[in-house]
């Protein structure tokens, strides 16, 4: 099956400094990702949903210049978590969406911890 | 407005055990419906996708049905093992979303020795 992958897989950091998540979809060109958050017992919330060349489009209530988004090419869109802070505490996950058979494949999700 | 709901929340069964897990949906129309099953700290990894109009869809034990007139689907789990537990997820694709995606809450599943 299609792969998806995401790095880091985990990353801690200080408060007010800023991270960035890949997100690369290795056997398939996805002109669309979604960017998802998840809290421990939750189902996954999504945030944004990137298209490739084009701005970002955010759900309600995601700040789009704390979470900015850029899907540069086919195969890769990145989450920058800018001057995080303790409540960004998160699993972050990333789904790229196959075209040719219209199926979002998840990446394996990044745990963020901000101290 | 679209939901999914799934229940129970949260299930406790040994090892060897069978286990149907339920899904029902508000979503309307859809493209497809999905099981995921989501290990803790992972992301999450299809099992069965269904179109609106199959009514059931075989992944090694993993069974999954769906009953479009009454908007309800379930998966069943057949001779559970300890490396199913895990959060089973109920998606729903509404049609002509660009592909966005209604999430159910999850069941919970432990299965014990």
Redesign the interface.
Known sequence: GAVVSQHPSWVICKSGTSVKIECRSLDFQATTMFWYRQFPKQSLMLMATSNEGSKATYEQGVEKDKFLINHASLTLSTLTVTSAHPEDSSFYICSALDPGVDTQYFGPGTRLTVL | KNQVEQSPQSLIILEGKNCTLQCNYTVSPF??LRW?KQDT??????LT?MTFSENTKSNGRYTATLDADTKQSSLHITASQLSDSASY?CVV?PYNQ????I????T?LSVKP
């Open positions: 493209s497809n995921y700290g992972r992301g999450p990894v299809s996708i997820i694709s660009g592909g966005k995606l999430f159910g809450q999850g919970e």
